[in-house]
């Protein structure tokens, strides 16, 4: 099981409030450079940080974070409030595996790529 994954911010501000809005969820731990935010330490979260080489952040090649939205309609209520607060399309919601899988793809402002999915 994960216990969270971490994002490289370039605004911390900026991102903890973009997740913590996205997600519904609280800042769990904030220790400056990074933050946690989810329900409870004890169950997955996200965090977001600045890197700690001091580096610019830079999204990897084929790195994505997926968050399961229950429902094709919560996909896309999660892809629209992505993008409302300020997140690009990166792929609009719709059936990626016909049946199976329905997805939708932003990407945050450093660059992050995020899937909201419901497998069918």
């Known amino acids: 099981m994960i216990g969270y994954t971490t994002l490289g911010v370039s605004n911390m501000d900026a991102a903890k409030t973009f997740y913590s809005a996205l997600l519904g969820k609280k800042v769990l731990f904030d220790g400056g450079r990074i ?38 309609d919560a996909v896309k209520t999660m892809y629209d409030k992505a993008i409302s607060l300020g997140a690009s399309c990166d792929g609009e919601p719709g059936a990626r595996i016909p049946g199976q899988f329905y997805g939708a793809y932003v990407k945050d402002a450093d660059g992050n790529k995020l899937c909201f999915f419901d497998f069918s």
């Open 35 to 72: 933050a946690m935010i989810g329900d409870s330490m004890s169950q997955p979260m996200i965090a977001v940080c600045v890197p700690y080489n001091e580096e610019a952040p830079t999204p990897g090649n084929g790195v994505m974070v997926a968050f399961p939205a229950g429902s094709q």
